[in-house]
Nanobody, 122 residues
């Protein structure tokens, strides 16, 4: 069964931090690149970060580089997104996704979670 479940979203003040988690089924997680995307109100979904199976290679969008960190725990089939120095423009629904490719486009990702809301107040 393919399953991705995000958690950890919430309301935080600007400058604060949140850590998102995405628990995956073994079938979805093993060997796959994991990514995070987000969709703000009225905007298209955009790439945030991705990480390889080994965790050795990560990549973040310029808009979050230096503030967000992606990591994974393969023993727990879980990927994380540590978000620091949050800004109001980071407000969005955050989605976890899995792929066998190495890309930043939505169409490259095969499996998606339902999303978790992050709201940053000014």
């Amino acid at each position: 069964q393919v399953q991705l479940v995000e958690s950890g979203g919430g309301l935080v003040q600007a400058g604060g931090s949140l850590r998102l988690s995405c628990a995956a089924s073994a079938r979805t997680f093993k060997g796959n690149v994991m990514g995070w995307f987000r969709q703000a109100p009225g905007k298209e979904r955009e790439f945030v970060a991705r990480i390889t199976w080994s965790g050795a290679n990560t990549y973040c969008a310029d808009s979050v580089k230096g503030r967000f960190t992606i990591s994974r725990d393969n023993a727990k089939n879980t990927v994380y997104l540590q978000m620091n120095s949050l800004k109001p423009e980071d407000t969005a629904i955050y989605y976890c996704a899995a792929t066998t490719h190495w890309g930043t486009e939505e169409y490259e990702y095969d499996y998606w979670g339902q999303g978790t809301q992050v709201t940053v107040s000014s």
